[in-house]
């Protein structure tokens, strides 16, 4: 069974930065490419970053690029979000999601950028 | 990017009854490589999304024959035969052909 697990979000000030980590089972993480998802309170979906299986091609949403960096950990199975210069729109809860095509999503993690 | 717009936005509907969501994206999402990248989502109240269709009209696993997803080029639609009370949430279309992918501003489906 596909599992996805995500995990460091939390209160932070505006400015501030924060990582998220995702970790994945029950599928061959290498092979596949991975994406963060956002939610605002209440709003609907945004896609704001997709990694290669290998890490070598990344995209972001013109919301996010250049404060918010994806990577990846094929040995650890693991997918983060490096999020910088935190904004309060970019409050929302990140899902983790298999592939550009999301075939599976975590259980999301709250990100709440406030003062 | 590509707009993505669903229709309606609220879509009341009786248990047993048909049920269908419009999609319409504002550029051609046939990809180079033939395919289409047109998928759809549900979002249970309290749930993360959950995938139903992939690439127009591919069920995936463990979706009741219910479900079904058709179109072409800019235009798609998801189809309920027959609401059942688990269904109701929030349906989102969303395109992977173009990046940014994007997603409808959802339907809120409610018996």
């Known amino acids: 069974e596909v599992q996805l697990v995500e995990s460091g979000g939390g209160l932070v000030q505006p400015g501030g930065s924060l990582r998220l980590s995702c970790a994945a089972s029950g599928f061959t993480f290498s092979d596949s490419s991975m994406s963060w998802v956002r939610q605002a309170p209440g709003e609907g979906l945004e896609c704001v970053a997709n990694i290669k299986r290998e890490g070598s091609e990344r995209y972001y949403a013109d919301s996010v690029r250049g404060r918010f960096t994806i990577s990846r950990d094929n040995a650890k199975n693991s997918l983060y979000l490096q999020m910088n210069s935190l904004r309060a729109e970019d409050t929302a809860v990140y899902y983790c999601a298999r592939g550009g095509l999301l075939s599976a999503w975590g259980q999301g993690t709250l990100v709440t950028v406030s003062s | 990017d590509v707009v993505m717009t669903q229709s309606p936005l609220s879509l009341p509907v009786t248990l047993g009854q048909p049920a269908s969501i419009s999609c319409r994206s504002s550029?051609?999402?046939?990809?180079?490589?033939?395919?289409?990248?047109l998928n759809w989502f549900q979002q249970r109240p309290g749930q993360s999304p959950r995938r139903l269709i992939y690439?127009?009209?591919n069920r995936d696993s463990g979706v009741p024959d219910r479900f079904s997803g058709s179109g072409s080029g800019t235009d798609f639609t998801l189809k309920i035969s027959r609401v059942e009370a688990e269904d109701v949430g929030v349906y989102y279309c969303?395109?992977?052909?173009?990046?940014?992918?994007?997603f409808g501003q959802g339907t809120k489906l409610e018996i």
């Open positions: 550029q051609s999402l046939v990809y180079s490589d033939g395919n289409t990248y």
């Open positions: 969303m395109q992977n052909t173009h990046w940014p992918n994007t």
């Open positions: 690439k127009v009209s």
